[in-house]
Structures are given as C-alpha cells and as structure tokens.
C-alpha cells in the first residue's frame, strides 16, 4: 500500500513537473514577442514624434496613469485635482492624467509587482524606500534620453544641475523632484522653549554646547533629544557625510567634497564618540529612560514639547514639516550644503518599461516641469478647495481654513514635482525661499562622487548580513544604552567584518574609482 | 485505494472498470472542486521553488532569470548569528509541541470533568480568547506588566527589593516569558482536538471502570489517555512540519523588537524579516522559505517513521 502511495505522489509530481514545463516553453516565447512588439512600438512612436515634432491632437487623447507617494491619506478630492490638471494637460499636450496614489511602504513592491503583472503603469516614482539602482537593475524603467531630447526641453533643462545623478551606466532613467538638491545635516528645535530658557541655539554647534543645553532643559523636566530604538546611523544628520546606502552599509566618503576614499564609518573614531555622547545624554538623563521600548514617534513628543529637539536633514523648506501652531521651531545647520548623489536621487519620476506610450508620458513630464501651475496642482491640489494663498504674499499658500487642513482633501508628502522654483511654497515658509533655495545651493560644494551610485547587485548576501548586524547592534548604541561603549562598537565592528562589510566597501571603491577615471 | 475497494465491493458483485468508474463518477464529481482547488493552491507553485535557486530580476520573470546555485542561501549562514537562529527556532519549536501537548490534553480532560454545561462553555471560551488577539495586542498586554516605568510586576519588585529589574534588556527572562505568552495564546485552541476526541469516548468505559472501583487517576491513565492516543501521536506529527517555522508576531512583536534580546528573540523568520526589509530580494526570501520546507518535510517523515516503529497504526502515512 505504501508503494502505491509513494508512486502515486511520484507520478503526481511528475505530472506537475510536465505541465509546469509546457507552461514554461508556451510562455517564455510569448513573453519575449510581447516585449519586441512594445519596444518596437515605441522606438515606432518616438521616431513619429521627431518628425512631427508637435502634439498630435488628432488622436484620442491617451490616458497617462501617474503615482503620488504619501501615507495612506484619504484624498478626497483626487477627482477635482484630476479635472483641473487634465484643463490643463488637454488643450496643451492632448492627454488626460489618472493619478494613483501609493503607500510609500508599498512602492516598491506595487510597482515591480504591476509591471511584472502587465498593469497600466505610466509614470513611476522611485527613489525614496525603492532607489533608482534598484529599479533600473529590476528592468522597471524605460531609458529616457532619446525621449528626452525629443520631447523634453524645459524637463532636461530644469534638471540639468543634476544630470548625472540621474544616469546608470551613462543612461538617463529617471527625472529627479529634486533639481535643486543641496542638503546639510540640521537639528530642528524648539524656539519658544530655547528663548525662554536662554539656550543658544546656532548653525554648527559643538556636542558639549548641546550638552550643557540637556542640563538645562532636565531642570526642567523636558528630554534632550530621543533616537528610540533606531536602527539608523543617526550621525549622518550631524554631519557632512556622503553615504552609501540608507546608513552607510556600503561606506560612506568622510570628507565628500574633497577625498574619494570610501570609509566604514562604524569604525570611525567620530562614530565612537557619538556614541559615548549618547551614553552621557542617556546617563545624565537627557533622554528618556524607556525610549527603547515607548513607541511613541519622535515628531509627536516635539509636537506635544516633551523633546526639546531632533536630528534631521536641513534644507530651506525642512522647516514646515515641523512647525505647529503650539510654539515657534527653529533650525539650525550642523554640516556645510553638500550636492549629493543621494540628495538628487532621493524621490524621482520615471516611465515605466511596460508603458504603451512613452512620448505622451515624457509630454506630461516636460509640462510638469515647464508649468508651475500644473505642478502646484499635482503637489498641492486645487486652489480654493485644497489651499488658499495667504494674504499679502505672493506665492505662500497654507491649507488652514480648508477641508484640507486635516489632509484629506489632496496631500502627497513624498512626492515633488516641476521646478521649485515655480510652484508656491507652504507657510511657515515665506516668498523668500526662492532665493534662500538659490544661495544655500550656490554656496554648497559637490561631493566628488555626485553622479556615482553604488551597484550593489553583487554583494546581496553581504548587504542582507550588513543589514541584521545593524538592526542587533545599532539601536542600543544609538540610545546610549550600553554599558561600556567602547566594547559595543568593537563587538559591532567585529560583527560587520564578519558580515562582509570591508569586501562590500573595496567593492564600492573600485566602482567609484572607475567612475571617476571615465 | 485498494483497501477502499475491497470493503466497498464486499458483498455486491465485481464491476468492470467502467462500470466502477460510473458507479463513483458522482464521487469524482464531488471531490472534484477540492482536488482542483489542491491543485492550484498547493501544487502550482511547487513550479516557483526555482526563484529560490535563480536571481530573481522582475523585468524578465521567473523562468527567464538566471540560475546562481545556492548562493540565495548563504546570506542564512553568512552571520555568526546563525547558530543562534536555529537553535532558537528549534529549541522553542520542540520545546514548546511537547509543554503544548502536556498542556493542552491537561486542560481538555479537566474541562471534561466540568459538568455543568454553562460553566463549560464559559471556560472554553475564555481559554480560547487569546488565541484570536492579535500579537500586537498581546505585546502591549506583556509590556503593561513588565515596562520599565510602569508595568505591573516591575513595579512589585521594585517595591519589594528595591532593585528595578530591565525586562527588556536581559534576555535571560525570555525564553520564559515567551514560553508563557505562547502557552497562555495556544492552550484554548491546542486543546479543541483533544477534547472533541474526549467527547467521542464511549461513557459505558468510565461506568464500568467506577463499578470495579476505580479511581478517577485511574481512569483518566488507563481509558482516557490510550484512547487520545492516536490524537495525540497524529497531532505531533503534524506539529513536527512546523519545526523550522516561528510565529512571527510572537517573536518580532511580543519582546517589542529589542536588540539586546536578539540572542532569544531571534528566528529564522525575523532575521529573513529584518534582513530583507530593505533589500526586498526574493531570491533569498524564497531561499529562506525553502529551507524552512525542506527541514519541516525531513522532521515530518523522520517523526512518521518513528511513531511507525512504536505502533503501524498511528502513523500517518
């Protein structure tokens, strides 16, 4: 009986294993017939646009399917927002838009997922938790220079300061939100608080002078700062750093502006006394004991003025995300303006490898970039419904006074379209930030590897190995939470060699090398 | 199959095969949605175990991506952590099927003997409640007794030594507390099987039992546990699949992800979880997912043939 039933499962997975592989050969071919004819296509269609060179209003217009990252939020008014762009879009490029909004934890998957799965996808974001490596090496974006060149004057004009950042392999894939991409490391903060209490705060404070400001605020009775069990390498927001990977996995350049030398920053000596810092902060008790196991975020004890302040990346608009109506924030820069790869590539627009027409997607795109109020549209909704401009300015809007106010008329936290310097800005920020966003970038200095991202499609097992190690070792140092810090960032350092990190690093050197020798 | 067929065929004349096969085509037909559902469900994508073995690229699909051999499944080994994490995935695994079987045939024999019927629903009901909680409330439900501010037995201590004591950083205290939780969590629906077989005992054995004059211990050791027997034995072969899984919320929620608790917190589930979160790499989550199959596949036929060896007919297969 028992042979029986072992032949019988044999001959059922046989069976499967039969069916399976004529699966394999009556689909693969299909598959790849399917993707010439695409291709050819659209090689057809943008030959066609080069010599009309005009917008074919002829045609039906073609529906152009584009993503908003944000956080779940309601957007009610999606259909109005719809309307009012496709006003715009129809007389001037003959096509109308469906704007898809996505989860910012989901966009990768969503993305890679619907091209895999033949959805209509047309223009993509990636960066942010999905970057541009990846979705290039995932064969989810459609090369765009021809299309470019083509169709996307005021496109290549507006992100030409960051060009390079935008190619893998000397290809265009994607189109950065951020054309102007200077950033520093910044600590945001309390003001109402610091003036009360007589703290100094100023652009590039040293550790003790916020030490001594800890003292101060404990007496009474609000935390420091808190990291919470982060496993972040929460230093790059104190420092000019350019780095590999979201915390520096794959090394990070010490001095970017002038040395191409990829370091590990854990073995840093600056690392090391970050982490001894914390365990003073921790000690004295500037921050709060049960910060590892409370999850309350550290933007909602800001807001509710148990934390005096937080690390985070500075630019001339980082402040409205901060601000409330509860008490004044200030800003302060800890790092000089640094144009990074990272910075550039941090959210960008893209077109999807499966989109059946790429000339109208690079159409909107260009127009994206050439119109500010079709830009302000798609960052903050419609005029009236969703912001109203503030009196007495000329390009400040707030979203107070609207049903917006709670965001859940139209909000997209992530994503940022058209050239900043054409769209309105949000209050607290004031007319001003046109020229403040022109200096601070006319003032940074470029990292030495602007342009380069790290490939790290061949070190997956060490990146999985790198990321654990973090996620263990990480938080307890960052908290000051350990009992001896100079023996835990040894047994980190210990960890991370075993891990494969050094061989990760030289990898990435002798890509940077060879980048920069082209 | 041909057991089936003997007993069937007894007493009424031998049929053709054609005839045999119109005689239960009706059968067929009924059992037809669920074989087609197995099919789809379970046997389909057996084809998708490749992914563990290729570099999975999304542009080209799974049969179009390259092979790269085992290398999905270094990045298990690639840590010193590995040790850690099989031993823990283990070690509770096995611990935990044999304190759930203790337990559970425990409760369901004492939840018999209750007799009236409305305190009996009320018990098992209130058994099985936690079992339908989510892990994220039940984390939050463990941190109100041992968070280190406010939680109820860490302030009882500090009452009466004076010493505050860091749940959340010692893992020595974890492999009790997540052995509890588990216990607490799996007893109402671990004893349900037990106790429906509990049921299907004939009362007649216990009354002739109490007429010769034996003692409740007595029946409960000679009637009641040979009888549950085959249960048992099916269920901890059953169990024994699940051998290289963890419950993922139970470990990743309940100690509220703290890094110093890793060396007893951490299976194989969270340390794909964690590994993988940024890297979103299928391969090796595939690769994970196949060792886990293959490790409970081995635990499964090797625990069959031993309960095999002990007595042919509780064996599953």
Redesign the interface.
């Known amino acids: 009986?028992?042979k029986?039933?072992i032949s019988a499962i044999l001959t059922?997975v046989l069976a499967?294993?039969v069916?399976?592989g004529c699966?394999?050969k009556a689909?693969?071919p299909a598959?790849d017939t399917a993707k010439e004819e695409t291709a050819e296509a659209g090689a057809a269609e943008a030959g066609e646009a080069a010599e009309a060179s005009v917008i074919n209003f002829d045609e039906d217009p073609y529906e152009v399917a584009i993503t908003i990252i944000g956080l779940n939020e309601s957007n009610n008014d999606l259909e109005k927002v719809e309307e009012a762009v496709n006003a715009i879009t129809l007389p001037k490029i003959n096509a109308t838009v469906d704007i898809q909004p996505l989860f910012i934890g989901d966009m990768?998957?969503t993305t890679?997922?619907g091209?895999?799965g033949g959805e209509k996808m047309d223009i993509v974001t990636v960066g942010l938790v999905?970057s541009l490596s990846?979705a290039v090496?995932?064969?989810?974006l459609m090369p765009l220079d021809d299309l470019l060149a083509e169709r996307g004057p005021a496109a290549a004009e507006v992100t030409a300061r960051v060009a390079e950042a935008q190619k893998i392999d000397g290809v265009t894939y994607a189109l950065s939100g951020y054309p102007y991409s200077a950033i520093s490391g910044g600590i945001v903060y309390n003001k109402t608080m610091a003036d009360e209490l007589g703290i100094d705060m100023h652009d590039e404070m040293t550790w003790d002078e916020l030490t001594a400001a800890g003292e101060k605020l404990k007496e009474k009775g609000v935390y420091l700062t808190k990291y919470g069990?982060s496993?972040q390498l929460n230093l790059k927001f104190e420092s000019g750093f350019d780095v590999f990977g979201?915390s520096g996995e794959y090394g990070i350049l010490m001095n970017p502006a002038d040395s191409a030398t990829i370091e590990n920053v854990y073995a840093s000596e600056l690392f090391e006394k970050f982490c001894e810092r914390n365990k003073t902060w921790f000690d004295n008790g500037y921050l709060p004991?049960?910060q590892?196991?409370d999850?309350t975020s550290v933007q909602q004890m800001f807001a509710d003025q148990k934390l005096f302040m937080t690390s985070t990346a500075y630019t001339p608009d980082q402040i409205a995300v901060w601000t409330n109506d509860k008490f004044e924030t200030g800003i302060i820069r800890m790092s000089e303006p640094l144009v990074t790869t990272g910075g550039a590539v941090e959210m960008m627009l893209g077109i999807a490898?499966t989109s059946e027409r790429p000339d109208k997607c690079m159409d909107l795109l260009n127009l994206i970039y050439e119109d500010g109020e079709l830009a302000t549209l798609l960052n903050y909704g419609v005029e009236g419904l969703d912001y109203v401009k503030v009196e007495g300015t000329e390009n400040v809007i707030t979203y107070e006074g609207t049903t917006n106010a709670d965001h859940s008329g139209y909000y997209t936290v992530f994503s940022h379209f058209g050239d900043p310097m054409k769209r309105v800005v949000v209050a607290p920020i004031t007319d001003q930030y046109y020229d403040e966003l022109k200096k601070f970038n006319e003032e940074s200095r470029t990292s030495v590897a602007f342009g380069y991202s790290f490939n790290a499609d061949q070190y997956?097992?060490?990146?999985?190995?790198i990321?654990?190690?973090l996620?263990?070792?990480?938080?307890?140092l960052n908290a000051g939470?350990v009992s001896d810090v100079h023996a835990a960032v040894e047994d980190l350092k210990a960890?991370l060699d075993?891990?494969?990190m050094n061989d990760v690093i030289a990898g990435n050197q002798e890509q940077l090398d060879a980048y920069l020798a082209k | 199959?041909?057991?089936k067929k003997k007993i069937n065929s007894d007493g009424t004349k031998k049929r053709s095969f054609g005839a045999a096969f119109l005689h239960w085509l009706p059968f067929y037909l009924m059992g037809a949605p669920g074989l087609i559902y197995i099919?789809i469900n379970n046997?389909?994508p057996?084809?998708g175990l490749q992914i563990a073995f290729k570099n999975f690229?999304?542009?080209?699909?799974m049969?179009?991506s390259p092979w790269i051999g085992f290398?999905?499944f270094?990045?298990l080994f690639?840590?010193?952590?590995a040790f850690v994490i099989v031993r823990n995935t283990l070690a509770y695994n096995i611990a935990w099927i044999f304190i759930g079987m203790f337990v559970g045939v425990g409760a369901a024999i004492l939840l018999n003997e209750v007799q009236s019927a409305i305190a009996k629903k009320f018990y098992q009901t209130a058994i099985l409640l936690p079992y339908l909680m989510s892990m994220v409330v039940i984390a939050y439900l463990v941190?109100a007794y041992l968070?280190?501010?406010s939680g109820l037995i860490t302030k009882a201590i500090e009452h009466l030594s004076g010493k505050t004591v860091q749940f959340?950083?010692e893992p020595k205290f974890w492999p009790f507390i997540l052995t509890f939780v588990n216990q607490w969590r799996g007893i109402g629906f671990g004893m349900i099987l037990y106790l429906s077989s509990l049921l299907g005992i004939d009362p007649g054995y216990y009354e002739a039992a109490s007429l010769d004059g034996a003692t409740k211990w007595q029946q409960i050791r000679l009637i009641t546990i040979p009888l549950l027997k085959p249960t048992i034995l099916m269920l901890l072969i059953l169990n024994m699949g699940q051998i290289f899984r963890s419950d993922f919320g139970l470990f990743y929620q309940v100690p509220?992800?703290?890094?110093?608790l890793?060396p007893v917190t951490?299976t194989i589930d969270t340390?794909v979880y964690?590994?993988?979160?940024?890297?979103?790499?299928v391969?090796?989550s595939a690769a994970a997912s196949f060792i886990q199959s293959v490790v409970g596949f081995i635990f499964i036929v090797t625990a069959n043939k031993i309960v095999a060896k002990l007595d042919e007919n509780s064996a599953l297969?």
């Open positions: 009986m028992k029986k039933a059922g499967v294993s069916f399976a699966g394999s689909e693969a598959k990768g998957t890679t997922m091209i895999a999905y990846n090496s995932d064969g989810v069990n496993s979201g004991a049960d590892m196991t999850s490898a997956p097992t060490e990146a999985a190995a990321s654990a190690v996620q263990e070792k990480l938080p307890m939470q960890a075993q891990a494969g | 199959m041909s057991d099919f046997y389909m057996l084809a690229n999304f542009a080209k699909g049969w179009d290398k999905n270094e990045f690639k840590s010193k952590d941190y968070s280190p501010s959340y950083q509220m992800m703290q890094s110093p890793f951490q340390y964690r590994a993988l979160m940024q890297l979103n790499n391969g090796m297969f």
